[in-house]
């Protein structure tokens, strides 16, 4: 049944019965790192967090790789890696083409916990999880997450069942853009992350006390954004420090911690209860990589003298924030054809043998294939023995920690939507070198004091880290999780059985269905109109340059 306003005070009386069955609560908190919140817990300054780990678990959870948003929340809630799950990142390179199309909820392979508990007969909610846009029919409601990282707060497109809009209308990803930090920006950021947390809290508080559900899932996003920009005030030791807005974080954690409060009494004492991150954070440091310089340094890569999307910048230039996300939905296809000329302009392909996206998030490699890439320059029976010698040249170079061939990382069916070689970049003194994108000049520098603010695509002074959290409200003996177990957990939990996963439960054992759920829909790419507004809202958070 469609549960908008004015059914809601109907169903209460179901709530409550509803309540004497098994319930999970799985809070998502983006970007949620370890080294912060494991010692604001022993200080009492996560207070509800810290409840919940006295009275259960605290669990170190390793995230993909690379810890990247969309496909780190897709293998939470599948139970899968990215390479059966088939989300490897925003985006995905176009077979037979130089570009490449934005993902969305469609692309992925396998069935998510919604879908299994659906089919289950469970009762489920779902507010703001990443790569759920658009959202999917469920036995009960669904507000996808940001359809880009640009999207700054729903439309009636993002909510299902319709008739719910009105009391999620107010759900909000980004009240500011992150490209441009003049000074004033993080003075103005703050508030509004505090306020976001505020209602995001009210609406999933109501949703919890007044409508039925057997499973509610809930991701707060404003823990990732106040680690990529506040990183180097909160950080005395961090090589682009400054004063002002040391306590940023602490307030946006504490803020978050009120907000797990909130939603754990709303809840209920019956229900188990997880709070998740999908990766850690930490600080960046100043030294800047350029992958492709590097390529063609070591005789991989040729320039061709052009570069550069004069489109996007327009674009950019022209289209006022606050209609940036409608206008990505609208002409997505668009949208990636200038994310297409802005990643591979400037490269001469019939000379080039590999060549880097240059993303700071997803640092990766991909080989000019031939009979893949429409001017592939290495032979099919090459492939292999290109791939490990340019793995183990890369390895050699000082920026580089570790550089994986996808096979490596990945199993399954989609892996083949992966970057060739993957690379995780060294620390210095234990601060990320950031991934930027250039057309010639040197492959290692240090960024100038001016660009220690930084913004998506210009080296964000906290990084991504592979550790995140995982808090339970039940103990269990496990110390060490994948983000693959959380899906297998909640379906134990529930008690309901689920297609065979990479992950296992924590608490009890999953009854594996050898069949299970289809789960699958149509692959829809984003129509001609729809294409530009994604890549309008991706742009406006600087994530792709």
């Avoid at 990803?173 to 995001?200: V, Y």
Wanted: with cysteine; net charge neutral.
């Amino acid at each position: 049944m469609p549960i908008g306003l004015e059914n809601l005070r109907s169903l209460h009386a179901f709530a409550r019965y509803n309540r004497r069955m098994k319930r999970f609560l799985l809070i998502g908190l983006d970007g949620a790192a370890p080294g912060l919140v494991d010692p604001w817990m022993a200080s009492g300054q996560l207070s509800n967090l810290k409840q919940l780990r006295d009275n259960g678990s605290s669990i170190r959870v390793k995230s993909t790789i690379p810890p990247a948003t969309f496909p780190a929340w897709t293998t939470c809630v599948t139970g899968l890696n990215p390479g059966r799950h088939g989300i490897i990142d925003f985006t995905e390179t176009t077979p037979g083409a130089y570009a490449i199309r934005f993902v969305n909820s469609t692309h992925r392979k396998a069935p998510a916990l919604w879908n299994i508990l659906s089919e289950g007969g469970k009762r489920v909610g779902v507010l703001g999880v990443p790569a759920t846009y658009p959202p999917e029919p469920v036995n009960g409601f669904m507000v996808s997450g940001f359809d880009s990282p640009v999207a700054t707060g729903v439309d009636k497109s993002f909510v299902y069942p319709l008739a719910l809009y009105p009391q999620v209308r107010k759900w909000r990803f980004a009240d500011f853009q992150e490209t441009d930090m003049r000074p004033g920006w993080h003075d103005r950021a703050l508030p509004k992350l505090l306020d976001k947390i505020a209602d995001k809290e009210r609406i999933a508080a109501e949703l919890l006390a007044k409508a039925p559900w057997d499973f509610f899932m809930v991701v707060f996003g404003e823990s990732d954004t106040v680690a990529h920009h506040f990183w180097m005030f909160h950080d005395p030791n961090s090589p682009r420090h400054a004063p002002g807005h040391g306590d940023a974080i602490l307030r946006v954690y504490e803020r978050l911690d009120a907000a797990v409060g909130k939603l754990v009494e709303a809840a209920g004492s019956d229900t188990t209860v997880a709070v998740v991150s999908d990766h850690g954070f930490g600080g960046a440091g100043t030294g800047a990589v350029h992958l492709n310089n590097w390529l063609a340094e070591n005789g991989y890569l040729e320039f061709s003298g052009l570069g550069g999307s004069p489109v996007k910048r327009l674009a950019l230039s022209v289209v006022p924030q606050q209609w940036r996300g409608a206008a990505f939905r609208r002409f997505r296809s668009v949208a990636a054809k200038a994310e297409g000329r802005a990643r591979f302009a400037g490269i001469d392909w019939s000379r080039t043998r590999a060549w880097s996206e240059e993303l700071n998030y997803f640092p990766s490699v991909r080989v000019n294939l031939r009979g893949r890439e429409p001017e592939g320059q290495v032979e099919p029976t090459d492939y292999d023995l290109f791939c490990d010698r340019l793995c183990e040249t890369l390895e050699a170079w000082p920026p580089v920690k570790k550089a994986w061939r996808r096979d490596e990382l990945y199993s399954g069916e989609y892996v083949r939507r992966a970057p060739d070689i993957i690379l995780e970049l060294a620390l210095e003194n234990g601060y990320s070198h950031s991934c930027l994108r250039s057309r010639g000049g040197p492959s290692f520098r240090r960024i100038k004091p001016d660009e220690y603010l930084g913004g998506k695509e210009r080296g964000m002074n906290g990084n991504h880290r592979p550790d995140g959290v995982l808090i339970l409200s039940e103990r269990t003996s496990v110390s060490k999780a994948r983000l693959e177990d959380v899906a297998p957990t909640v379906l134990s939990v529930l008690d309901v059985s689920g297609p065979p996963m990479d992950g296992q439960s924590l608490l009890g054992d999953l009854r594996p269905d050898s069949q299970g759920p289809a789960g699958k829909r149509h692959e829809e790419s984003y129509s001609s109109e729809q294409g530009r507004a994604v890549e309008g809202r991706l742009r406006g958070l600087g994530y792709f340059e």
